[in-house]
């Protein structure tokens, strides 16, 4: 028998033994999940029996509570443990399909060789004394990434382990049975890279622990600076490793970290729900998602409709010859960077002496406190313009309540009492009986009856007026930042007409309650000067995915928000389709300016793992200086640039090549198209032919299925086939427009098709030489 037929057969004995354990501890699990979760059902309905109440002395009050207590913590143990039971369960199911993906043999100095097998979760054998499989996060398994054979060390809470790796082995493993084996040194085969990314793609991103390089575990267990920052070309794993990033905190932390106190910045839903399985894939609980657009409408939709940063990419795109356009790139410039969060700051320097504006108070009709008032009260006060503003609060609720006692007095509250209808009275009784304003001596007392109604109905009257004041809403915020390009000195980088229009642009704007998606970081950092927002202290690790596309005003500003958070962004530059024409400052790129006091570290990937290897040859030549990009091993097709002479013979080529893919087996396709509306007509002509979704708005979901959408929205998601519908001089012709071709081609996999009619190519494809694609 060849040995290496021998080895096979004994890792797939071991795979089958490993198994048998996993489904017994499973198993048993699930027995004790149903004796655990009969106790939890026998103690909520006996909760009462098994409480004495007794509440006639003082210390009888006491040990009711005692007892009360004491159900509790013991219905609460035992829920606690069911839910830990549960993911156990769901973990073992997991391994049983794939229990391990490595193995190394280490001999520690003067010990014996030990294999050591790694997977997503550790797993101890029947006497609980050696472990069959380690945690791929636990301090050994670090060797698994950063070694190839030879000597190896790894630290542990003890201490440095110092020794030598015989072995370095790879397995895949599904539905429990061997699929493939090979031993290697530190880079990853193209065998392992093959059968693990080069078949169908999933509807969520695939876990590919197995294939983690060098660089990517320097990343997953970087624990240095303050502010970690990954550049990675598109499809390098930037995203995956954040994933396994937040897996190994929560594994590291346990005791310290749990998944709510870490927050992912998303650029869009449809990456939310794409996402959203991988850290349950790798054995943890899902961290908390949003969006950047998603918090600023929490604060402000109730004020403003807000723009998107997708509505202001399409006004880019769509309105390139508008006349206000040359005005508001100019604005968007600007208002990222930093320099006009010091303009505010100056701004908010001289309220503290003059200038602030606030609304009267009034109620019924009445102004019960003017603003002028208002006003007078703020600058008697010294200090800060927040505590300032949490001093006229008090003032203001302190008014309310005097006003409120005064208006009981009043006889309309009594005659609004008399026309109550039925249903209202009955609601107003049972309030008041509830907080113990009626008793049985007071219930026929017709006067004492009317006191409490019109008590009650002044308070329901006044519950508004006292919300918007507890909320702050006597400051005329919009005012306040209107009267800022009033006030503020021209800035030096432009001219005195250009800072006059973005003014009378951004006013105009906010006169219809529009506020720009340039104007929501700066109107937010505003809003929070002068009110004193708190501070987010329960978030421990943010993560901020295409960090490319936000701007220098709004990392500090993020940063100001989570005081406690250590910061984690990734992205790509060569993605940074937000500021296309504005040319705004990326950290990503920038990364100088401030990083002795922000403490940033910067981590590159620069191997493209996504897409094919004649594909990532292809879409790097677009790029300027895309030698720096280098394409992992995985042949393929080359791309294919399809000519045609008019709408009709492209319509019908496309149509044709669609059915091509999923004939060979692809489950996802996309038709990226420049502009949302290019994509809303697409789709009406595929539509007719072919079961096609259309996405056009970044709140919808990633699904299966031929999909038509922008190409910006499809930022960090891959598909297995992808088609540019019109890539000609009349589509693409703006050397602002290089990098969002550039994004919309490397979503590619596996296939990539780029269509034009007309004579000419977009200028922009014209440097890519002819070897790297075939003609159609």
Same mark, same amino acid.
């Given at each position: 028998?060849?040995?290496?037929?021998?080895?096979?057969?004994?890792? +797939?004995?071991?795979?089958?033994?490993?198994? =048998?354990?996993? %489904?017994?501890?499973?198993?048993?699990?699930?027995?004790?999940?149903?004796?655990?979760?009969? $106790?939890?059902?026998?103690?909520?309905?006996?909760?009462?029996?098994?409480?004495?109440?007794?509440?006639?002395?003082?210390?009888?009050?006491?040990?009711?509570?005692?007892?009360?207590? +004491?159900?509790?913590?013991?219905?609460?143990?035992?829920?606690?443990?069911?839910?830990?039971?549960?993911?156990?369960?769901?973990?073992?199911?997991?391994?049983?399909?794939?229990?391990?993906?490595?193995?190394?043999?280490?001999?520690?100095?003067?010990?014996?060789?030990?294999?050591?097998?790694? %997977?997503?979760?550790?797993?101890?054998?029947?006497?609980?004394?050696?472990?069959?499989?380690?945690?791929?996060?636990?301090?050994?398994?670090?060797?698994?990434?950063?070694?190839?054979?030879?000597?190896?060390?790894?630290?542990?809470?003890?201490?440095?382990?110092?020794?030598?790796?015989?072995?370095?082995?790879?397995?895949?493993?599904?539905?429990?049975?061997?699929? /493939?084996?090979?031993?290697?040194?530190?880079?990853?085969?193209?065998?392992?890279? =093959?059968?693990?990314?080069?078949?169908?793609?999933?509807?969520?991103?695939?876990?590919?622990?197995?294939?983690?390089?060098?660089?990517?575990?320097?990343?997953?267990?970087?624990?240095?600076?303050?502010?970690?920052?990954?550049?990675?070309?598109?499809? *390098?794993?930037?995203?995956?490793?954040?994933?396994?990033?937040?897996?190994?905190?929560?594994?590291?932390?346990?005791?310290?970290?749990?998944?709510?106190?870490?927050?992912?910045?998303?650029?869009?839903?449809?990456?939310?729900?794409?996402?959203?399985?991988?850290?349950?894939?790798?054995?943890?609980?899902?961290?908390?998602?949003?969006?950047?657009?998603?918090?600023?409408?929490?604060?402000?939709?109730?004020?403003?409709?807000?723009?998107?940063?997708?509505?202001?990419?399409? #006004?880019?795109?769509?309105?390139?010859? *508008?006349?206000?356009?040359?005005?508001?790139?100019?604005?968007?410039?600007?208002?990222?960077?930093?320099?006009?969060?010091?303009?505010?700051?100056?701004?908010?320097?001289?309220?503290?002496?003059?200038?602030?504006?606030?609304?009267?108070?009034?109620?019924?009709?009445?102004?019960?406190?003017?603003?002028?008032?208002?006003?007078?009260?703020?600058?008697?006060?010294?200090?800060?313009?927040?505590?300032?503003?949490?001093?006229?609060?008090?003032?203001?609720?302190?008014?309310?309540?005097?006003?409120?006692?005064?208006?009981?007095?009043?006889?309309?509250?009594?005659?609004?009492?008399?026309?109550?209808?039925?249903?209202?009275?009955?609601?107003?009784?049972?309030?008041?009986?509830?907080?113990?304003?009626?008793?049985?001596?007071?219930?026929?007392?017709?006067?004492?009856?009317?006191?409490?109604?019109?008590?009650?109905?002044?308070?329901?009257?006044?519950?508004?007026?006292?919300?918007?004041?507890?909320?702050?809403?006597?400051?005329?915020?919009?005012?306040?930042?209107?009267?800022?390009?009033?006030?503020?000195?021209?800035?030096?980088?432009?001219?005195?007409?250009?800072?006059?229009?973005?003014?009378?642009?951004?006013?105009?704007?906010?006169?219809?309650?529009?506020?720009?998606?340039?104007?929501?970081?700066?109107?937010? #950092?505003?809003?929070?000067?002068?009110?004193?927002?708190?501070?987010?202290?329960?978030?421990?690790?943010?993560?901020?995915?295409?960090?490319?596309?936000?701007?220098?005003?709004?990392?500090?500003?993020?940063?100001?928000?989570?005081?406690?958070?250590?910061?984690?962004?990734? %992205?790509? #530059?060569?993605?940074?389709?937000?500021?296309?024409?504005?040319?705004?400052?990326?950290?990503?790129?920038?990364?100088?300016?401030?990083?002795?006091?922000?403490?940033?570290?910067?981590?590159?990937?620069?191997?493209?793992?996504?897409?094919?290897?004649?594909?990532?040859?292809?879409?790097?030549?677009?790029?300027?200086?895309?030698?720096?990009?280098?394409?992992?091993?995985?042949?393929?097709?080359?791309?294919?640039?399809?000519?045609?002479?008019? *709408?009709?013979?492209?319509?019908?080529?496309?149509?044709?090549?669609?059915?091509?893919?999923?004939?060979?087996?692809?489950?996802?396709?996309?038709?990226?198209?420049?502009?949302?509306?290019?994509?809303?007509?697409?789709?009406?002509?595929?539509?007719?032919?072919?079961?096609?979704?259309?996405?056009?708005?970044?709140?919808?979901?990633?699904?299966? /299925?031929?999909?038509?959408?922008?190409?910006?929205?499809?930022?960090?998601?891959?598909? $297995?086939?992808?088609?540019?519908?019109?890539?000609?001089?009349?589509?693409? #012709?703006?050397?602002?427009?290089?990098?969002?071709?550039?994004?919309?081609?490397?979503?590619?996999?596996?296939?990539?098709?780029?269509?034009?009619?007309?004579?000419?190519?977009?200028?922009?494809?014209? *440097?890519?030489?002819?070897?790297?694609?075939?003609?159609?």
């Amino acid at each position: 028998m060849d040995e290496n037929h021998y080895e096979w057969q004994q890792e +797939q004995k071991r795979i089958e033994d490993v198994k =048998q354990i996993l %489904g017994e501890k499973k198993q048993k699990i699930i027995e004790d999940n149903k004796e655990l979760m009969g $106790d939890i059902i026998e103690l909520r309905q006996g909760f009462w029996d098994d409480v004495t109440v007794n509440m006639d002395e003082p210390d009888d009050v006491i040990e009711t509570y005692a007892s009360i207590k +004491q159900q509790a913590e013991l219905l609460s143990e035992r829920e606690r443990s069911y839910g830990q039971f549960h993911k156990l369960v769901k973990l073992y199911g997991r391994q049983e399909d794939s229990p391990y993906f490595g193995r190394i043999d280490f001999q520690e100095e003067n010990g014996e060789i030990e294999s050591i097998y790694i %997977g997503i979760g550790s797993l101890m054998d029947k006497n609980k004394e050696n472990f069959l499989i380690y945690d791929w996060r636990a301090p050994v398994s670090s060797m698994y990434y950063d070694y190839a054979p030879g000597p190896v060390h790894y630290e542990t809470p003890e201490g440095e382990v110092t020794g030598e790796m015989e072995l370095k082995r790879q397995f895949i493993i599904r539905r429990g049975s061997l699929q /493939g084996m090979f031993d290697t040194g530190l880079t990853i085969g193209d065998e392992l890279l =093959q059968h693990v990314l080069g078949g169908n793609a999933s509807s969520q991103m695939k876990s590919i622990v197995a294939t983690i390089q060098k660089e990517q575990n320097q990343i997953i267990r970087y624990d240095k600076n303050k502010m970690l920052i990954v550049q990675g070309a598109a499809g *390098s794993g930037k995203t995956s490793a954040a994933m396994q990033r937040i897996a190994y905190l929560l594994y590291r932390y346990r005791t310290s970290i749990s998944a709510d106190q870490i927050l992912l910045f998303s650029p869009n839903h449809m990456f939310i729900s794409y996402v959203a399985s991988v850290l349950p894939e790798l054995g943890e609980d899902n961290m908390r998602q949003t969006t950047f657009q998603e918090y600023a409408a929490e604060r402000l939709d109730r004020d403003f409709k807000l723009e998107s940063p997708f509505e202001q990419l399409e #006004y880019l795109l769509s309105d390139q010859d *508008s006349q206000g356009l040359e005005s508001r790139v100019t604005a968007i410039r600007f208002k990222a960077a930093l320099d006009y969060k010091n303009l505010l700051d100056g701004y908010v320097k001289g309220l503290t002496e003059k200038g602030m504006k606030f609304r009267n108070i009034t109620f019924r009709g009445q102004t019960i406190v003017s603003a002028k008032e208002i006003h007078q009260y703020f600058y008697k006060l010294t200090g800060r313009i927040p505590n300032r503003i949490e001093s006229v609060k008090v003032w203001l609720l302190d008014k309310l309540e005097a006003l409120q006692l005064a208006e009981q007095k009043k006889d309309w509250p009594v005659e609004e009492a008399a026309f109550l209808a039925k249903h209202e009275y009955v609601e107003t009784f049972k309030e008041l009986e509830e907080n113990k304003e009626f008793n049985e001596d007071t219930f026929d007392d017709f006067e004492r009856e009317q006191q409490l109604l019109a008590k009650r109905i002044v308070e329901r009257k006044m519950r508004p007026l006292r919300k918007k004041v507890e909320q702050l809403k006597f400051i005329q915020m919009r005012r306040l930042y209107e009267q800022f390009f009033d006030v503020a000195p021209v800035p030096d980088t432009m001219s005195e007409k250009e800072w006059k229009d973005i003014g009378r642009d951004t006013k105009k704007a906010l006169n219809k309650k529009y506020l720009y998606a340039e104007d929501i970081t700066p109107y937010l #950092y505003l809003q929070d000067q002068i009110e004193g927002r708190s501070v987010n202290t329960v978030i421990r690790h943010l993560f901020i995915d295409e960090a490319q596309d936000y701007s220098p005003f709004q990392i500090e500003f993020i940063r100001n928000l989570f005081p406690n958070a250590r910061f984690n962004l990734l %992205g790509d #530059y060569n993605q940074a389709i937000h500021n296309l024409y504005t040319k705004a400052p990326s950290l990503l790129e920038e990364g100088e300016e401030r990083e002795e006091d922000l403490k940033v570290e910067h981590l590159y990937l620069m191997r493209s793992y996504r897409s094919t290897k004649p594909i990532v040859e292809f879409t790097k030549s677009i790029l300027p200086e895309g030698e720096k990009i280098e394409a992992f091993n995985r042949e393929g097709q080359k791309p294919r640039v399809h000519k045609k002479a008019n *709408s009709e013979e492209l319509m019908k080529a496309i149509l044709e090549t669609i059915q091509t893919r999923q004939d060979e087996g692809h489950e996802t396709i996309a038709l990226l198209t420049r502009t949302k509306q290019e994509a809303i007509d697409l789709h009406a002509r595929v539509e007719d032919h072919l079961s096609t979704r259309l996405i056009y708005k970044e709140s919808q979901s990633f699904e299966k /299925g031929i999909l038509v959408l922008p190409g910006y929205l499809a930022k960090g998601i891959e598909f $297995d086939a992808v088609i540019l519908p019109e890539v000609s001089r009349k589509t693409y #012709y703006k050397e602002e427009e290089r990098k969002l071709l550039y994004t919309a081609a490397t979503r590619a996999m596996h296939e990539l098709d780029l269509f034009y009619t007309g004579e000419e190519i977009s200028p922009l494809l014209q *440097s890519v030489p002819e070897d790297l694609y075939e003609r159609k």
